[in-house]
């Protein structure tokens, strides 16, 4: 079975490796050390920040809720991604990460019955309808990959409470695949990620898990020095013109993070986890622009 996020690694290593990439993004190994000590120091702080979804329904047994949790993040971030149109700035009715969260937890709260899968689909793509969220067909397609599992989806939850984040990843990609798209595996990364924060899983492998890259953290990044950009890649960043999708230079920089990200970690002693809930929880810090790419990647 391929390990799917060393496969990753080694794609970034050769991105990275490439001439014009170089010249597009630096990765400045010195401004490491600093990054890593404000992690060492906040992490403490931020650990727990996400705590568990707030469903109302009262659960029979701990294990229903954990069932429930990994449904409802693999619902979640089948749909992360892209909630702007063209610009951050035009977003119809406030869409973003949490306020696609929160649709999701009322379409949970708002069923008839939990078990009943469809019924919560189609409240969901109700509610991004009515909120106008930007790439609406892309986001019911990977929805209907979930709808289309059928009683895999159950079985799935299941076998990812007693299996390796390598194994649960492999099935992941295979019954949806719309997480396998992404080269990056940004979204993958980031539902294993969020199962550990919730629910406390895959304690003894965490380290296996990735940065999820996306506009965020390569902003922070950039913000604390440790990536600088071309001029003509950070005047177009400047202007908010848009990065075309799988372009060496977004390709350079979603590469340049995940390896800086590794090197921090290394640093901090933690794993890259962690490096990105701090990170993500300083993305209003930056004074720039993130760079703006359309894709359903992240």
């Not at 379409?107 to 009943?116: I, K, R, T, V």
């Not at 649960?168 to 595996?185: A, H, I, K, R, V």
């Not at 990735?210 to 390569?218: E, N, R, S, T, W």
């Not at 600088?228 to 979603?254: G, V």
Request: a negative charge; one cysteine or more.
């Amino acid at each position: 079975m391929i390990n799917m996020n060393e496969q990753t690694l080694a794609i970034c290593e050769d991105i990275v490796s490439q001439n014009r990439a170089q010249e597009l993004v630096k990765i400045n190994d010195s401004a490491f050390e600093k990054v890593a000590d404000i992690i060492k120091e906040e992490l403490p702080q931020v650990k727990n920040f996400w705590g568990e979804v707030g469903f109302t329904a009262e659960f029979e047994t701990q294990e229903d809720r954990e069932t429930y949790t990994i449904l409802y993040e693999l619902i979640g971030c089948a749909i992360n991604y892209n909630y702007w149109f063209g610009c951050p700035e035009v977003r119809p009715c406030n869409a973003s990460s949490t306020k696609m969260s929160e649709l999701l937890l009322e379409a949970f709260n708002e069923a008839d019955d939990l078990s009943n899968l469809q019924q919560i689909l189609n409240l969901l793509n109700l509610k991004l309808n009515e909120n106008r969220f930007p790439n609406l067909r892309n986001r019911i397609d990977h929805l209907r990959e979930i709808a289309g599992a059928n009683n895999m989806n159950a079985k799935f939850c299941e076998f990812v409470k007693t299996n390796s984040i390598e194994k649960s990843m492999y099935w992941l990609t295979q019954l949806y695949p719309g997480f396998s798209e992404d080269m990056f595996l940004k979204r993958a990364n980031l539902f294993f990620g969020m199962l550990h924060r919730r629910l406390g899983y895959f304690k003894d492998e965490v380290d296996k898990l990735i940065v999820p890259a996306d506009y965020h953290i390569p902003n922070v990044l950039r913000h604390y020095g440790c990536l600088k950009y071309h001029f003509d890649l950070d005047k177009a960043i400047s202007r908010r013109e848009l990065i075309p999708e799988n372009s060496i230079e977004e390709c350079a920089i979603r590469a340049s993070t995940i390896l800086a990200c590794k090197k921090i970690s290394e640093l901090a002693g933690c794993t890259m986890t962690d490096v990105d809930t701090v990170l993500f929880l300083k993305r209003n810090e930056p004074q720039t622009p993130f760079h703006l790419t359309i894709t359903t990647n992240y």
